[in-house]
């Protein structure tokens, strides 16, 4: 049953230390809230944390140990390969963040997970002299290091001793040249077998090639230099004037659109964040690529590699390549639309341009994987309509629980298929939420 939250006059109290009850009790809140309860990674790993620490075994808490009594990993994974403790721990920072921010759980015991460290800290809230909730010092139970942050992503696994121990055989009295021919064979066989032993232990283990190996595979396979393409908020663009691939990115006439973002010279951040995010994807596996303002990247210099376009109305490339997809974007009458050009009630996920920024509260964005016939490569793209759509889309391409959220009702084979989903996110203060999928084809 969830527990009702705390009102803050409940916990204007001293600056005490939590006790593990009240420790206890606060996180099965956590644990019963939406934030947490639909999901099967993140309150796993914030239980585990927690009574580890509430038990004194703190110090325990590195990756390696989380990954294998939390997530089922073997003793020996590859942590960088697989680093399902890192982003899921990251997502748990998030949502506690998210959480805490709803002035419903005002005064309520707050659990944190600090960034870089797997070792949870408790406080109370205390009432400041204005009603407005201060925050106490964090609280280190006793037996907690000061600094546990994992050390070493590698933990070295001692090898195994091969050894053949030989057993004498019983005393044969058949006739001598039998008993040669079935000491011969016995001995090949022993032979053949050690050999094969060694060869097998030699042998590294093979690993399944993990959702977002597959997902990135059409691009870090593919022949050429890759180019992220990024937009331009700075751009005013013109969304109908987008069929000539040769053609400069502005216009005479601009429709005047309102571009809600934060500017890093003539890109957008949230374009930065993502690209920084999902280069990891090609980095790791020696892909080369190169990055391009959207204005500067020609239609040739696409053609000679793989692309990943991020940003949606600030990038003229997004804006060719989806006009031939079902998920695609408009802008009429001063609102911003992703629509579905296939759905006979054409349905449509729009924002208003002339919304306060602080009053975004929802976006939209498009993931899409294509191989585009124009170009003749294969494309990613993750597209919001404000800055934030894009960052949350930009999740999808490299936290494999939020692509496996999305693949969950794949085709076989969906690793050689096109791709195409429409998400959403929640927006609090200009910050997006987790990515949540509206609609997918594959095709």
Known sequence: MALAPRSAPENATQNTIPSASEIREQLERLLTHPLFCNSKRYPAL??????????????????RSIGIEVFGRTPSYDANADPVVRITAGEV???????????????????????????????NQVQAGNGATAPDEPAV?????????????????????????????????????????????????????LGAGLYFRSAPPVTPASSIDRF?????????????????????LDVGSINSLESSSGSGNPEPLYFRLHYSGNLALADVITLTRTAAALETRHKVFRIMPASEASFSQLREGPIVLIGGFDNIWTLRITQNLRFGFESKDGVALIVDRKSPKQTTWATAWDLPYKKLSRDYAIVARVHDKTTG????????????????????????????????????GWDQMNMEAVIETQVIDGHPGPPNVLAVEFW
């Open 46 to 63: 914030l239980a585990y944390t927690v009574d580890q620490t509430l038990l004194g075994s703190a110090a325990e808490l590195k990756e």
């Open 141 to 193: 139970l006793e037996g907690t290091p000061a600094d546990s942050t994992e050390a070493n992503f590698f933990e070295p696994i001692p090898a195994e001793a091969a050894f053949l121990q030989a057993r004498p055989g019983a005393t044969h009295r058949g006739p001598p040249a039998g008993w040669l021919v079935t000491v011969a064979v016995v001995i090949l066989a022993l032979v053949g077998g």
């Open 377 to 412: 490569q294969p494309v990613v793209i993750a597209a919001g309509i404000s800055e934030e759509g894009t960052e949350s889309a930009g999740e999808i391409l490299y936290n494999p629980v939020y692509l496996d959220s999305l693949l969950a009702k794949a085709p076989a």
């Open 93 to 123: 920072r998030k949502r506690l963040t998210q959480y805490y921010y709803d002035t419903t759980h005002a005064g309520e015991l707050v659990i944190e997970l600090p960034v870089g460290s797997y070792v949870p800290t408790f406080r």
């Open 216 to 236: 990135w595979a059409p691009v870090t396979s593919a022949t050429g230099t890759a180019t992220y393409c990024l937009g331009e908020p700075a751009k005013n």
